[in-house]
């Protein structure tokens, strides 16, 4: 029985999701997959890619999924943290000071191009990622329990670009492309329409509790111990790869059985398999691995084939 009277089942907000991305988003339905699983795991989505594919859009369709709070920060390198978390400023006429929240307090953040600006302030989203909370001249602040991070980087190799810390990139749950759509998709957004228009969404049709709910289950998903050792082993053979020099961390690996739950519920079950550990794999390992030379998708590749699957489903 639910909490609320008019509260949906978590299949039925994962279906509404689904639908409302994939009209916005054409054309990437296994990406969707991939982001919908990430933010009912409540991780952080770091999306690597070019201009133009529909990031902006896919964050602000979401908020709007939701009726949630959304706010955008431009990363530029002259960005203070402040301009990120807030700050407090003395009022002359109270004689006190007063606290002017930043676009941090938001529930779904996006941050475009985080890899310009500044190792600074890019370490003001640390604490937010990982504890969504602020600390402020030594006072700390609660951000939305649905926080929710969507940032983008530009190549490494581009002019004015700050790599990520390692600390950093580990607080993402994962890593994605979106890509070029395909030729129907194409075809399908250039009838669509630009300006105003194509950034009016229909009123949200799911609720911030809705979102909290479905997470809430992802964390009642079942992992059985043969599994967790599966897991246990996949991250020691990152770290003892011949062409890894920074394997999974605990945190990481926390964070890929929670995803792995997330992609079981997507799937209709309430327990993980081993092809849930293995979907994930790719998006949640490349966003934390470093490796030497290789590509990280073949070295992904051999660590998988390094470890034998159990038999468990």
């Known amino acids: 029985m639910n909490l609320v009277a008019n509260q949906l089942e978590p299949i039925q907000v994962l279906t509404k999701l689904r639908e409302r991305l994939n009209q916005v988003l054409l054309g990437k339905q296994d990406k969707i997959e991939m982001v919908i699983a990430c933010l009912v795991a409540g991780g952080h989505l770091l999306l690597d890619d070019l201009p133009g594919l529909g990031k902006t859009t896919l964050a602000k369709a979401i908020a ?51 890899n310009r600006t500044t190792p600074r302030t890019q370490s003001a989203l640390f604490e937010a990622m990982a504890e969504r909370q602020v600390t402020i ?48 998709a194409q075809l399908a957004i250039l009838n669509q329409p630009r300006g105003r228009k194509a950034t009016q969404f229909e009123p ?31 991250c020691d053979a990152s770290r003892s790869h011949e062409s890894v020099t920074l394997g999974v961390s605990p945190r990481g690996m926390q964070i890929w059985q929670q995803v792995a739950r997330a992609w ?17 794999a790719g998006p949640v390992l490349s966003v934390r691995l470093v490796t030497r030379g290789q590509s990280t998708a073949s070295v992904i590749q051999s660590i998988m084939n390094s470890v034998e699957v159990p038999g468990y489903r």
Request: hydrophobic share 40%.
């Open 64 to 114: 709007d999924c939701f009726g949630s709070k959304f706010a955008r920060i431009q990363c530029t390198p002259d960005l203070l943290p402040t301009d990120i978390t807030g700050f407090n400023l003395f009022n002359q006429k109270t004689r006190e000071f007063e606290f002017h929240s930043g676009p941090v307090f938001a529930e779904i953040l996006l941050a475009d191009e985080i």
């Open 204 to 234: 949200a049709m799911l609720s911030n509790e809705d979102l909290i709910a479905v997470q809430d289950k992802v964390g009642e998903c079942k992992v059985a111990t043969q599994l967790q050792e599966y897991l246990v082993a996949l």
């Open 137 to 184: 001249d030594g006072q700390s602040r609660t951000l939305a329990s649905t926080f929710f991070v969507i940032a983008t980087q530009n190549p490494i190799d581009s002019h004015g670009a700050y790599p990520l810390p390692e600390a950093q990139l580990d607080r993402f749950a994962m890593k994605l492309e979106i890509g070029y759509p395909d030729k129907a």
């Open 264 to 280: 079981a519920m997507l799937q209709g079950r309430d327990f993980v398999i081993p092809e849930d550990i293995q979907a994930v």
